[in-house]
């Protein structure tokens, strides 16, 4: 069994810890007080989404708080620790990695009648938006293929 961790691995655990660096500030901060998160430009004010919006985002952050936050975290650590669980841990959390930009995404291309958001957030959104799912994308591929050396 081959235990060296390449680039590749490290590359998949730095990206993993500091999206959930943005998600618990951007998230879980929100459901204690989203003017906080919308100051630092993590979630988006009344005046762009409605109450309605800010009803559903802070649905989304309840959801990553109990449940995506901790699978993800639990990913990361049972890939350092180089258990399977980790890795089971870290595919689920990156395929809901894959899946919440592209929710976001078509959100704002259907909503963007109903939506007041500000338009540099068009440009900046579809870029990162998409980075994320392809680093996802990426680290499931990662971790298939590399499954049997990251692992004891």
Request: proline content about 3%; overall charge positive; aromatic content about 16%.
């Amino acid at each position: 069994m081959d235990n060296r961790r390449g680039k590749g691995f490290w590359v998949l655990i730095a990206v993993g810890i500091l999206l959930n660096i943005l998600f618990i500030v951007g998230q879980t901060v929100s459901l204690f007080d989203y003017e906080f998160a919308v100051s630092l430009g993590l979630q988006e004010s009344e005046e762009e989404i409605t109450r309605a919006g800010i009803a559903f985002a802070k649905g989304f952050a309840f959801g990553d708080t109990v449940f995506y936050i901790p699978i993800f975290l639990a990913g990361i650590i049972g890939l350092l620790k180089r258990k399977r669980w980790g890795i089971f841990s870290m595919v689920g959390a990156l395929a809901v990695t894959v899946y919440w930009p592209l929710v976001n995404l078509y959100a704002i291309l259907a909503g963007r009648d109903a939506m007041n958001i500000r338009p540099e957030k068009y440009t900046t959104y579809p870029i990162i938006l998409s980075l994320v799912a392809i680093y996802a994308l990426w680290g499931i591929w990662y971790l298939y293929k590399n499954q049997d050396r990251l692992v004891d």
